[in-house]
C-alpha cells in the first residue's frame, strides 16, 4: 500500500529556515512525480512545489520562488523541501502528494512566529 510520511515541521521564528522530509513507501517512487502542497488555517490547499521523477525539473508557486527548494533522493524514497526565509505567511500544515496515485500524506505542521 502507498504511503507518505511527511516531518520536519515546528516552530520557527521569521526569517528562520526548516527542511521538510518525505519518505515514500509502497510504490515505485523513482517513477513518480511528486509534489508538496500546503493549507493555511481558513485556506485551501494549495500546490506549494513539484519535482519531476529524474529530479531534472522543478516547479514553484510564485510565494516561496526563491526561499523554498524541493529535492529528491531517489535511492532513499524520499523528497524534500528546504524553506528558507520563512514569513508567517507560510505557517501551514505542509503535505506530499504523488499526484499519479493521488496519495496524500498526513501533513507536518509549519508554524513561523516570534
Known amino acids: 500500500q502507498e504511503q507518505l510520511v511527511e516531518s520536519g515541521g515546528g516552530l520557527v521564528q521569521p526569517g528562520g529556515s526548516l527542511r521538510l522530509s518525505c519518505a515514500a513507501s509502497?510504490?515505485?517512487?523513482?517513477?513518480?512525480?511528486m509534489n508538496w502542497y500546503r493549507q493555511a488555517p481558513g485556506k485551501e490547499r494549495e500546490l506549494v512545489a513539484g519535482i519531476l521523477a529524474t529530479g531534472d525539473s522543478t516547479n514553484y508557486e510564485d510565494s516561496v520562488k526563491g526561499r523554498f527548494t524541493i529535492s529528491r533522493d531517489n535511492a532513499k524514497n524520499t523528497v524534500y523541501l528546504q524553506m528558507n526565509s520563512l514569513t508567517p505567511e507560510d505557517t501551514a500544515v505542509y503535505y506530499c502528494r504523488n499526484g499519479a496515485l493521488d496519495t496524500w500524506g498526513r501533513g507536518t505542521l509549519v508554524t513561523v512566529s516570534s
Open positions: 509502497g510504490f515505485a517512487f523513482s517513477r513518480y512525480h
